[in-house]
């Protein structure tokens, strides 16, 4: 499906100030939660609690930015909101709980017949005739709202709030819902060929920040949104470096999830099946996101399947995806050595540089020394090595640099790294 070259940009110049530490294991709802990949709140009756709050979120310069957020009612603040899972075709339930201190709802888009407190969800007007919200609210300080609705298409969706929406959606009023087809919880559609790997599902929620504007908030001041301009870009709420901690890193309380991607080559026998990747737009402009070296396939495009009347397959491969705002797109990705490099019988035609010819700073400790998945070569005694046994490892960034930034510097922003592990992984290496 892919053709890799080598390239050394996926060393991570972006992590020369990054280290990855271990793993941290939590439990969100009933089931035990992974250090990477998808985190997923479930219920057996797909009844859900959130609250509507506001709490404060860190950025790799050192900043701190207030937020509002919906959370786990349980939990309390997060960013961005929980990843609600559910199966298609049964009822869900959202109550919300307003903490904040005006009004504030959800809308689904993609879902049909939304019901508010038993009502049909619909745009609200005051005595004026002026729209004051898209769907019934929460008032503010205590006030509460039930949503319900059946299960749409599977696929991946947007929540968000439907309340004041140019500035609410900024402060983070946003979270994915995960609908899986019913009995195929490993597929993305009903199609069996979107099925993908067990453990291999990743969401990618992009989203962007103006400081401004949240400080604003925070001391209760005017806003300008006319004038607003981002400048920290996040995927699931988080900026590159920290886009590659663990899930649920103690020093990112209020930012549980990660977007580390980690994988093995396909192989027919032992790993057939690719690894699948959500992403979703949040944000105001489009995220053109791609990972270095690696096509993707789309299968779904809002909540449905590609293909035609009677079926036929209609997704494609792409390079750079165009997330346009309040889109999702949900791929499937796996790594193929299509040119089975060895390196006696097939080598890389490149020679690569002699070490006294070669910088030897922060990339190089996520390089192998080799050009071959699996072999590690030798390097200098006082290099520190963050490769483990001979793995890839290849950047996935926005495409757009401004998006690739924290506050203007690079590497950063809307930034993360896809893992490529040898296909007899890395234990005991």
């Known amino acids: 499906m892919k053709r890799l070259s080598i390239q050394r940009l996926l060393s991570l110049a972006a992590a020369a100030v990054l280290v990855i530490t271990p793993a941290v294991v939590w439990t969100q709802s009933s089931a035990a939660a992974m250090s990477e990949g998808l985190l997923c709140d479930t219920d057996p009756n797909q009844t859900f609690s959130l609250t509507a709050s506001d709490g404060y979120v860190s950025t790799p310069d050192g900043n701190s930015i207030y937020m509002w957020s919906y959370g786990n009612s349980k939990r309390g603040f997060q960013s961005p909101g929980p990843t609600l899972c559910v199966e298609s075709g049964r009822p869900v339930t959202v109550v919300l709980h307003n903490?904040?201190?005006e009004a504030t709802s959800i809308v689904f888009p993609g879902q049909q017949s939304v019901k508010a407190n038993g009502n049909p969800a619909q745009p609200q007007f005051d005595s004026g005739g002026s729209l004051t919200s898209l769907v019934q609210s929460a008032a503010a300080t205590d006030g509460s709202v039930t949503y319900t609705f059946t299960a749409g298409s599977p696929g991946t969706y947007l929540y968000v709030t439907g309340t004041d929406v140019g500035k609410q959606q900024q402060m983070g009023l946003y979270g994915a819902l995960v609908v899986r087809p019913a009995g195929h919880a490993n597929q993305v559609n009903d199609r069996a060929d979107s099925a993908f790997a067990n453990g291999k599902e990743y969401v990618y929620l992009l989203s962007e920040i103006d400081p401004d504007v949240h400080l604003a908030v925070e001391r209760n001041q005017p806003i300008?949104?006319?004038?607003?301009?981002?400048?920290?870009?996040l995927i699931n709420g988080r900026s590159m470096p920290d886009t590659l901690a663990p899930n649920n890193a103690p020093w990112l309380p209020g930012q549980p999830y990660g977007a580390l991607v980690h994988i093995k080559p396909y192989d027919a026998a032992t790993n057939p099946l690719p690894a699948?990747?959500?992403?979703?737009?949040?944000?105001?402009?489009?995220?053109?996101?791609?990972?270095?070296g690696s096509d993707e396939r789309v299968v779904n495009r809002d909540g449905h399947a590609l293909q035609g009347p009677a079926g036929q397959d209609l997704s494609y491969e792409k390079y750079d995806l165009d997330v346009g705002p309040g889109q999702t797109l949900d791929v499937l990705m796996d790594w193929r050595d299509v040119e089975h490099w060895n390196a006696t019988t097939n080598p890389i035609p490149t020679q690569i540089p002699a070490i006294t010819d070669q910088l030897l700073v922060g990339p190089d400790t996520w390089f192998s020394e080799s050009g071959y998945l699996g072999t590690k070569n030798a390097v200098p005694s006082n290099l520190t090595q963050n490769n483990e046994c001979g793995e890839y490892y290849h950047i996935a960034h926005s495409h757009a640099l401004e998006q690739a930034t924290n506050y203007g510097a690079a590497f950063g922003g809307m930034m993360t790294v896809f893992r490529i592990d040898p296909p007899a992984g890395c234990t005991g290496q």
Not at 224 to 233: A, E, H, I, T, V
Not at 277 to 291: C, D, E, K, M, T
């Open 276 to 292: 699948t990747i959500r992403y979703l737009n949040a944000g105001s402009v489009n995220y053109p996101f791609h990972p270095h």
């Open 99 to 101: 903490k904040l201190p």
């Open 224 to 233: 300008d949104l006319n004038g607003s301009k981002s400048r920290y870009f």
